[in-house]
């Protein structure tokens, strides 16, 4: 089964400085890939996507991600972090394989903006 | 507001009580998907309905359980509630049957099990 690892946990950047949030993937057919973004109490939302495009992908709020095969990782990145930007990211992976479709989540990365 | 809607917000209950969770889809989205979010076990898959048909199961307990209706809303049954099953429960929507296009939530119904 596909499966996606976040590392950090925990990440705090100080304000206009760049946001890196790690995602590596496990298989060995480029999946779907997907970054989502929960602000404190509320669903998540999409920030972008991956389906096999092109591999830097664009998304909301300034937020882009790069699809790199030959390391298995679709790292999230933003030039110049906001305040705005508190909250937990999450990386999603979908096999491209009937029957298994569904979004696996990674376990999150909480982002803490210092002013 | 993202066009998935969940009822309730909120609900607290009693161990060993029966709840049963709403969720209304995104217009046009035949897939319906349930997740739980809990602090230790991050966001788990329970089951997915596509257009009224049980499509995937995920880490769902017998004593959970869920349908779509004709008019694609759907509801998660839990019962024989444990201290355990508090969490925050997701529903999201997708057009398709794959999530190749990733999915649409809602804001979540947060149970507390007292």
């Known amino acids: 089964a596909q499966s996606v690892t976040q590392l950090g946990s925990h990440v705090s950047v100080s304000e206009g400085a760049l946001v890196l949030l790690r995602c590596n993937y496990s298989?060995?057919?480029?999946?779907?890939l997907f970054w989502y973004v929960q602000y404190p109490n509320q669903g998540l939302q999409l920030l972008l996507k991956?389906?096999?495009?092109?591999?830097l992908v664009k998304g909301i709020n300034d937020f882009e991600a790069e699809f790199k095969k030959s390391e298995t990782s679709f790292h999230l990145t933003k030039p110049s972090a906001h305040m705005s930007d508190a909250a937990e990211y999450f990386c999603?992976?979908?096999?491209?394989?009937?029957?298994?479709?569904?979004?696996?989540f990674g376990t999150g990365t909480r982002l803490t903006i210092i002013p | 507001d993202s066009g998935v809607t969940q009822t309730p917000k909120h609900l607290i209950t009693a161990t060993g009580q029966r709840v049963t969770l709403r969720c209304s889809p995104r217009?046009?989205?035949?897939?319906v998907y349930w997740y739980q979010q809990s602090l230790d076990q991050g966001l788990q898959f329970l089951i997915q309905?596509?257009?009224?048909?049980?499509?995937a199961k995920g880490n769902i307990l017998e004593r959970f359980s869920a349908q779509q209706f004709p008019d694609l809303h759907s509801e998660l049954n839990l019962s024989s509630l444990e201290l355990g099953d508090s969490a925050l429960y997701f529903c999201?929507?997708?057009?398709?049957?794959?999530?190749?296009?990733?999915?649409?939530f809602g804001s979540g119904t947060r149970l507390t099990v007292v």
């Open positions: 999201a929507s997708s057009v398709g049957v794959t999530g190749r296009d990733g999915y649409t």
């Open positions: 298989s060995s057919v480029p999946p779907y």
């Open positions: 991956y389906t096999s495009a092109a591999t």
């Open positions: 999603a992976v979908s096999d491209r394989g009937f029957g298994n479709e569904k979004l696996t």
């Open positions: 217009s046009g989205d035949l897939s």
């Open positions: 309905y596509y257009n009224g048909e049980e499509r």
